[in-house]
């Protein structure tokens, strides 16, 4: 840039080290990398120069400048990834970290995290073992499967599963069930990643088994069935039931492949089996004759990040010698957490209890109510004037794309300021900790189903700052 032409204000811009010297820089930098610190304030003063060339206002002094860098250099430095409080009601919340885990499950994580563990290490014998040990035979006394082996999510359990058992050859998938879960999990591209080649068929709402059977030839390898996790079809509609398409393979000497997606180990007694029965069961697709059924560990099974494939020990081996089931692997804390968890749904009744998600699921309406009834006497007793507190009924839902057509009914708190909801949802992702929160008819609705007793308070304080801040 030619000298000549620059605006006369930039001449006036401070150096990189006379900045560093200015408070509260100099004192942000202090405990912090020193290459960090240099770069906040080079980017600062960098903005500064394109905002004033771009004629955008004039240049503040040096007391300004270092309050926008030591702004900067604390943002880079401060802890992300951080707990919020899920007030949404949408119990298995994607983008807020799904599920919450049992108390059981942190304990095991904390246990392992510091120090070294038994991961792949066989104490008895002195010699290495194998981390799938620590689940696999809890997976196979909770399905009835003969094998199973745990990954990284479910997207990489089906993958795993098409590649070790179809790669180079055709699986025969339903137009039915060629559905995207989202987050680009489209089962097209999984089966084009996997080197399978998708052979469709039936059509969008009505596929049968002859369907099916008309399409075996010399080159396919697998029949597969996906759940549709986040949508149902209604009306005219038909599939062919997974027994069929087992009894077909069977004959045909095929594998089958099944992605039940969420995760719902049986149908058996327990609280939680009424609102579970819509999802399809691991136990069920094993008893049916499955060679391996995929689901994920955090979506109903209320556990950490994982993917189960649980099937006949040959369709297993072969997934565990796949070069890709080193890519897709668990790691330890994941595999801590998971065995808990697995350990938990061995008695279904102690599952609902301390799964979080499952006690969220069948929360009891007095309970909800009494914490409804909480949120709004102490929020109402420090809410600024204009503001509205009241107890409303709302619909949460199981989320995550389980369960899709089930609302959960129950009591929920509706608040309102002069500001308007927008603002007030804006504000309660802004404190600390951030509360997330959903905008239903002009009020921000808090739902304490997803809101744990011991952040009750927290939500609390932050609404009555949040209303202050605004009023
Ligand atoms: C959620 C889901 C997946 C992906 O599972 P992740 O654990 O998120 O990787 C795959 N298939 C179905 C049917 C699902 O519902």
Known sequence: MDEHREPDGLRALPAVERLLREEPLRSAARERPRALAVDAARGVLERCRADVRAGDGAVPDVAELAVRAARDLEARTRRRLVPVINATGVVIHTNLGRAPLPADAVDAVEAVAGGYSNLEYDVAAGARGSRQAHVERLVCDLTGAGAAIAVNNNAAAVLLAVSALAAGREVIVSRGQLVEIGGSFRIPDILATSAARLVEVGTTNRTRIEDYERAIGADTAALMRVHPSNFRAVGFTAEAGLPALCDLAARRGL?????????????????????????????????????????????????????????????????????????????????????????????????????????????????????????????????????????????????????????????????????????????????????????????????????????????????????????
């Open 255 to 471: 594998a089958v492949i099944d992605d039940i997606g969420s995760g719902v180990l049986a149908h058996g007694p327990g609280a939680a089996a009424g609102v579970l029965a819509s999802e399809p069961a691991a136990a069920a697709s094993i008893a049916a004759g499955a060679s391996v059924v995929c689901f994920s560990a955090d979506k109903l099974l209320g556990g950490p990040q994982a993917g189960i494939a649980a099937g006949t020990a040959a369709a297993i081996e072969a997934m565990r010698a796949h070069p890709l089931a080193r890519a897709v692997r668990i790691d330890k804390l994941s595999l801590a957490a998971l065995e808990a968890t697995l350990r938990l749904h061995l008695d279904p009744a102690r599952a609902t209890a301390e799964v979080p998600v499952l006690q969220m699921l069948v929360a009891d309406e007095r309970d909800l109510l009494a914490a409804a009834v909480r949120l709004h006497d102490d929020i109402a007793a420090a809410a600024p004037p204009g503001t509205t507190v009241r107890v409303v009924r709302a619909t949460a839902r199981p989320g995550g794309g389980s369960l899709p057509l089930v609302e959960l009914e129950g009591p929920a708190l509706a608040v309102t300021s002069p500001a308007g909801p927008d603002a007030l949802a804006a504000r309660l992702r802004r404190g600390d900790p951030a509360i997330v929160t959903r905008v239903q008819d002009g009020a921000v609705l808090l739902d304490p189903r997803t809101i744990a007793d011991v952040e009750l308070e927290f939500v609390v304080r932050g609404v009555c700052a949040a209303l202050r801040a605004l009023a």
